[in-house]
């Protein structure tokens, strides 16, 4: 079964701008990681957070982690065209294999 | 380093023909191993994970089998393929080594005609 859905499922956006996305799930994790594809390939791993942590960074990429609410946010600052990509979330629950939501396509336009 | 290789890139296949994807990673022992399938502009479905060698758990009911017959092998199988077996298959690898990450083959796109 779903456990993450993330939110939007389609973005545009101006380069430059932040683009945020968000994912919700159902039970209670060890971590949320987040993943980006692009086109045709396959996913890359971008950022990992445990359940006992709020705020990640690297780089231009931001993950908030609320597990009260049972969510997570993904925001790129200063988007580039290259950034055109799906992002998804995945949850990790230690009794099950990493389970992703549907995931966001994202279009950053030059 | 890891790495996980998947092949082949693409495939025609006439419905009823068997189906044999191959993966491996190099680099790392005792992975769990993961195959899914995903759909155009859909998310991933998780197939069959393998937590070693001949163990494999199946998540749906399907017309795919799946294989572990070496440490850093998982293979998806098919002795007559279906129309709705077409997609985009990805293997993947979690292991200790890589912090509880998940890393992805470049994934075999399938199309039975």
């Known amino acids: 079964s779903q456990q993450g859905e993330e939110d939007p499922q389609a973005l545009s956006i101006q380069e430059g701008e932040n683009a945020t996305m968000n994912c919700s799930y159902k039970t209670s994790i060890n971590n949320l990681q987040w993943y980006r594809q692009n086109s045709g390939r396959g996913l890359v791993h971008l950022i990992l957070i445990r359940s006992n942590e709020r705020e990640k960074h690297s780089g231009r990429l931001r993950v908030t982690l609320d597990t009260s609410k049972k969510s997570s946010s993904l925001l790129i600052t200063a988007s580039r065209a290259a950034d055109t990509a799906s992002y998804f979330c995945?949850?990790?629950?230690?009794?099950?294999?990493?389970?992703f939501g549907k995931g966001t396509r994202l279009s950053v336009i030059a | 380093s890891q790495t996980i290789h998947q092949w082949p890139a693409t495939l025609v296949q006439p419905v009823g023909s068997p189906l044999s994807l191959e993966c491996t990673v190099e680099g790392t022992s005792n992975p769990n191993l993961y195959w899914y399938r995903q759909a155009a502009g859909r998310g991933l479905q998780l197939l069959f994970y393998?937590?070693?060698?001949?163990?494999i758990s199946s998540e749906v009911p399907q017309n795919l089998s799946a294989s572990r017959p070496q440490d850093r092998q998982f293979i998806l199988s098919s002795k007559k393929l279906l129309l709705s077996d077409s997609g985009f298959y990805l293997c993947?690898?979690?292991?200790?080594?890589?912090?509880?990450?998940?890393?992805f083959g470049q994934g075999t796109r399938l199309t039975v005609v």
């Open positions: 993947a690898w979690i292991g200790g080594a890589g912090g509880g990450r998940a890393f």
């Open positions: 995945a949850t990790e629950t230690g009794n099950t294999p990493l389970v």
């Open positions: 393998s937590v070693g060698i001949g163990q």
